[in-house]
């Protein structure tokens, strides 16, 4: 049996977006931090035992709201483009400059990588943008359910970290640097991927890589099979698919 969440206060999804706005105001001075959640409670005019029931982990919480509000206005952004005369490689790199286009504020980013880069906070950092790299392929419609959908999430998740660090010092007109940037990061993702198929279609590393490739093809995405795991590995010899 999975260990359920506690459920949220009535409001609280109301009240964490009126503390997200109020805070954007101290984020550049003071960070993500108590002294930002405070500061939003009382502009907001929200009491802090209602803000502290909102974001139970104060100023982490809402730095992790504003992160999901960007990967929102992205996914929307995605669902309204046509992408149909488009190279896939085009598409993963619009999706990214998507996800940096959606923020408005830089020095937000700035400081939530910082408060993501303390040891106690990088396994939510490194959710996050995993979730970020998710929401980008699943937008884009991939239906991978094997050791694929890891390695295809893994890749982007360190492309789209790059790129993020990579813009933060950018200041080239409408970040040209950035785009450019990322179009190398990508074309570097696209020749691994060839180099993998050109693997899979030699008779020699094939046979080689048979045994690595028989417990692989046994890797299956979340939620094929139990909702509550990362994912789950099939009985060997057994040809679930």
Not at 114 to 132: D, H, Y
Not at 205 to 233: E, F, H, N, Q, W
């Amino acid at each position: 049996m999975t260990e359920q969440e506690p459920p949220k206060p009535q409001g609280s999804d109301e009240l964490l977006a009126k503390l997200l706005d109020a805070a954007m105001v101290h984020v550049a001075f003071d960070g993500w931090t108590e002294t930002t959640f405070r500061a939003a409670a009382q502009d907001a005019d929200i009491p802090l035992s209602d803000a502290r029931a909102a974001c139970p982990r104060g100023a982490l919480d809402l730095a992790v709201a504003y992160h999901e509000a960007g990967d929102a206005q992205m996914v929307q952004r995605l669902a309204e483009t046509n992408f149909d005369d488009m190279r896939y490689r085009d598409k993963v790199a619009a999706a990214v400059r998507f996800r940096l286009e959606a923020t408005e504020d830089k020095e937000a980013v700035r400081r939530g990588a910082t408060l993501f880069a303390l040891p106690m906070n990088a396994a939510e950092g490194s959710k996050l943008i995993w979730n970020t790299a998710d929401k980008i392929w699943t937008a884009l419609g991939d239906r991978s359910d094997d050791v694929n959908w890891y390695t295809k999430r893994a890749t982007l998740s360190g492309v789209y970290s790059s790129v993020v660090l990579f813009w933060l010092g950018d200041d080239s007109p409408d970040h040209h640097r950035t785009w450019e940037f990322l179009d190398r990061r990508i074309d570097d993702v696209m020749r691994i991927e060839k180099f993998k198929a050109q693997v899979r279609k030699s008779p020699i590393l094939s046979k080689l890589l048979a045994g690595p490739r028989a417990l692989t093809d046994k890797i299956r995405a979340p939620g094929a099979k139990r909702s509550d795991l990362p994912g789950y590995v099939a009985p060997l010899g057994n040809s679930d698919t």
